[in-house]
């Protein structure tokens, strides 16, 4: 019979914007957990939902760990990047820490869908999708796919959205 391929999406951004919330969102109802614990050291959650396996990590304060990251961007098939729209003061760090990744040899040259989620929306001046878009230089990407939506981790808003999006993206 046919075999079912791995479908690896990378979740990335800087500590704080949401990933575990986004991923714990999305964990199958028993498997849900309200641990928050701050990772120490190079720490990489996983876990597989609608065939697809993800493995995230923080990009920010882990600078040392970056030559392992490279095992993950080789063999990712798309990428989920989200950012705190509500933290103005950081998203130029999250700007630079986008465009490491998308010049990063095993990432530059290929075709992955990036998902960027706009998440905590629910935030009083949280930006827009489109200050986010603005704020990363988004328009400057050009031999990706990609697609922003705004997010809210914790009620799941926006979230199936932007899935939806990249499973097709990637298929
Ligand atoms: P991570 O470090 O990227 O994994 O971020 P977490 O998922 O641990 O979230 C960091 C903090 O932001 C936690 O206190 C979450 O409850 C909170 N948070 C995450 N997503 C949202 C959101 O969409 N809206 C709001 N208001 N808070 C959020």
Known sequence: GLRRRVVNVLVVGLDNSGKSSLLNFLRPR???TDDRTPTVGFNVEHFSYNGLSFSAFDMSGQSRYRTLWGNYYRS???IIFVIDSSDKGRILIAREELQQLLSHPDISKRNIPILFFAN???IRDALSDVGVSSALTLENIINKSWYICSSNALTGEGVVTGIEWLSSAIK
Do not use: I, L, P, S
């Open 30 to 32: 028993e498997a849900q």
């Open 76 to 78: 990712t098939n798309g």
């Open 120 to 122: 905590k929306m629910d």
